[in-house]
């Protein structure tokens, strides 16, 4: 299983990007989906995740109501929506897949694979 993430790059504050995950491999709607960020000096931080049915999504309480996470089974893709752009959003943000959680872990060590992280960066 490959994870490739893009739709990076710089933004003004109150501004917005959609991120992008492609991943190829066998059974990818059985897969829980998520993506994390890592700002510079930091740990590995959950963002958001969703179930392999996409019925149900989860949000860092940093992000609620601004990213909005999402899957296209047919594409093998995740889709993560991020409005209303803020400075400490800034940071390397990474896709995760893993199989076998009926609820998405938030924990960076029970994902299998990732992706290689696209960098975002929010001026002020």
């Known amino acids: 299983v490959q994870l490739q993430a893009s739709g990076g790059g710089l933004v003004q504050a109150g501004g917005y990007l959609r991120l992008s995950c492609t991943i190829s491999?066998?059974?990818?709607?059985?897969?829980?989906l998520a993506w994390f960020r890592q700002a510079p000096g930091k740990e590995r931080d959950f963002v958001a995740a969703?179930?392999?049915?996409?019925?149900?999504?989860y949000y860092a309480d940093s992000v609620k109501g601004r990213f909005t996470i999402s899957r296209d089974n047919a594409k093998n893709t995740v889709y993560l929506q991020m409005d209303s752009l803020k400075p400490e959003d800034t940071a390397v943000y990474y896709c995760?897949?893993?199989?076998?959680?009926?609820?998405?872990?938030?924990?960076?060590?029970?994902?299998?694979?990732w992706g290689q992280g696209t960098l975002v960066t929010v001026s002020s």
């Open positions: 969703i179930k392999w049915s996409g019925t149900s999504t």
């Open positions: 491999g066998r059974a990818f709607s059985s897969y829980a």
């Open positions: 995760a897949a893993v199989a076998g959680f009926n609820r998405p872990p938030r924990a960076p060590s029970a994902y299998d694979y």
